[in-house]
């Protein structure tokens, strides 16, 4: 199969490699969309040491089961495999799996690539309304979704105001949960002008440049979907006394959180990975619902172009939130 393949930092090659072989309870899956993450972006940087070249990234992907009991199904792919047993998964928080695994990830290759082996189990059938494109945007949905879920369950009942810090899919998918959770007053944070052009006009969001807030303006829940020291500090001094901060962003390690104000002012702090199974189930029925609306703003191009598109998104050159690859046995 062709696969495109990290193999340096800004470096990526479109190339052969050997089919995978699925395993006990796992299907082959032909990928008819894969969308590129940004922590495709940061292991594409050199910047995550637990994504070592060479190895194929890639992880929010739809296709075409292939093989097993659902051949011919097209899915969306949830690409967090867990064990199951372990109390984690057992009490409903299975993305705390303490052997946890994901795809684009040793010792699991990502789905950049036209194949791919997922337990069943792991696989969300697509009604027929919606394509791929729309299906493969489930994964980073599901991330604003799950913390969606856990803010709104910290902060209780009520009617609350949002704010979001970035205009990318998980920022774009959190708003979009939250509208779907039913909190509709939302602000969008996003320093990208043709972004944000895209994110009014395209998305029908309410968004301002960072310096665009008032400074005495405060949030009920705050959702950083960027995770670098500025969003971090943006979120510290926009929470409102005993609000809420949910933290999704993988920017940079340390810095940015105001901790006495958080203490004085009893604000939750909740960091949030991935999304539990059921998250992600719940994120692709809203999804089919039309919950989530138009799902329309991505841009698509073939895999085999994905060296240029990760050098576009890195430069800037991209408006949509979400850049969709195509791999070519699926075109």
Same mark, same amino acid.
């Given at each position: 199969?062709?696969?495109?393949?990290?193999?340096? =930092?800004?470096?990526?090659?479109?190339?052969?490699?050997?089919? +995978?072989?699925?395993?006990?309870?796992?299907?082959?899956?032909?990928?008819?969309?894969?969308?590129?993450?940004?922590?495709?972006?940061?292991?594409?940087?050199?910047?995550?040491?637990?994504?070592?070249?060479?190895?194929?990234?890639?992880?929010?992907?739809?296709?075409?089961?292939?093989?097993?009991?659902?051949?011919?199904?097209?899915?969306?792919?949830?690409?967090?495999?867990?064990?199951?047993?372990?109390?984690?998964?057992?009490?409903?928080?299975?993305?705390?799996?303490?052997?946890?695994? !994901?795809?684009?990830?040793?010792?699991?290759?990502?789905?950049?690539?036209?194949?791919?082996?997922?337990?069943? $189990?792991?696989?969300?059938?697509? =009604?027929?309304? !919606?394509?791929?494109?729309?299906?493969?945007? %489930?994964?980073?949905?599901?991330?604003?979704?799950?913390?969606?879920?856990?803010?709104?369950?910290? @902060?209780?009942?009520?009617?609350?105001?949002?704010?979001?810090?970035?205009?990318?899919?998980?920022?774009?998918?959190?708003?979009?949960?939250?509208? %779907?959770?039913?909190?509709?007053?939302?602000?969008?944070?996003?320093?990208?002008?043709?972004?944000?052009?895209? @994110?009014?006009?395209?998305?029908?969001?309410?968004?301002?440049? +960072?310096?665009?807030?008032? =400074?005495?303006?405060?949030?009920?829940?705050?959702?950083?979907?960027?995770?670098?020291?500025?969003?971090?500090?943006?979120?510290?001094?926009?929470?409102?006394?005993?609000?809420?901060?949910?933290?999704?962003?993988?920017?940079?390690?340390?810095?940015?959180?105001?901790? $006495?104000?958080?203490?004085?002012?009893?604000?939750?702090?909740?960091?949030?990975?991935?999304?539990?199974?059921?998250?992600?189930?719940?994120?692709?029925?809203?999804?089919?619902?039309?919950?989530?609306?138009? @799902?329309?703003?991505?841009?698509? $191009?073939? @895999?085999?172009?994905?060296?240029?598109?990760?050098?576009?998104?890195?430069?800037? $050159?991209?408006?949509?939130?979400?850049?969709?690859?195509? =791999?070519?046995?699926?075109?």
């Amino acid at each position: 199969m062709k696969a495109l393949v990290y193999t340096a =930092p800004e470096g990526l090659e479109y190339r052969d490699m050997a089919d +995978p072989t699925p395993q006990g309870g796992e299907a082959l899956i032909r990928v008819d969309s894969v969308g590129i993450c940004g922590s495709d972006m940061h292991a594409y940087l050199g910047h995550d040491d637990r994504r070592p070249a060479p190895l194929v990234l890639g992880h929010e992907a739809a296709g075409t089961v292939l093989s097993g009991a659902m051949s011919g199904k097209r899915v969306t792919v949830n690409p967090l495999v867990t064990c199951g047993t372990c109390p984690a998964c057992t009490s409903g928080r299975d993305n705390l799996c303490s052997t946890r695994q !994901i795809i684009s990830m040793p010792p699991r290759e990502g789905a950049f690539a036209a194949l791919l082996a997922m337990p069943e $189990r792991n696989l969300v059938v697509m =009604p027929d309304h !919606i394509t791929t494109d729309q299906a493969a945007l %489930a994964e980073p949905i599901a991330c604003g979704w799950h913390a969606v879920r856990l803010g709104r369950a910290a @902060l209780g009942e009520g009617t609350h105001r949002a704010l979001v810090l970035g205009g990318g899919a998980i920022g774009l998918g959190a708003a979009l949960s939250l509208a %779907a959770q039913g909190i509709t007053d939302i602000t969008m944070i996003e320093p990208h002008p043709a972004r944000r052009a895209y @994110l009014s006009m395209q998305c029908d969001q309410n968004v301002l440049p +960072p310096d665009g807030l008032d =400074p005495a303006d405060q949030f009920d829940l705050v959702v950083d979907g960027v995770g670098f020291d500025a969003t971090r500090a943006q979120a510290s001094a926009h929470v409102r006394p005993g609000g809420v901060i949910v933290h999704i962003g993988l920017g940079s390690a340390t810095g940015g959180l105001d901790i $006495r104000r958080i203490t004085l002012q009893e604000i939750t702090f909740i960091g949030t990975y991935t999304y539990t199974a059921q998250d992600f189930r719940d994120t692709a029925q809203a999804m089919f619902e039309g919950r989530m609306g138009a @799902l329309d703003w991505t841009e698509k $191009r073939p @895999l085999s172009d994905g060296a240029a598109a990760f050098a576009d998104i890195r430069n800037g $050159r991209t408006t949509a939130p979400k850049t969709i690859l195509v =791999p070519e046995a699926a075109t």
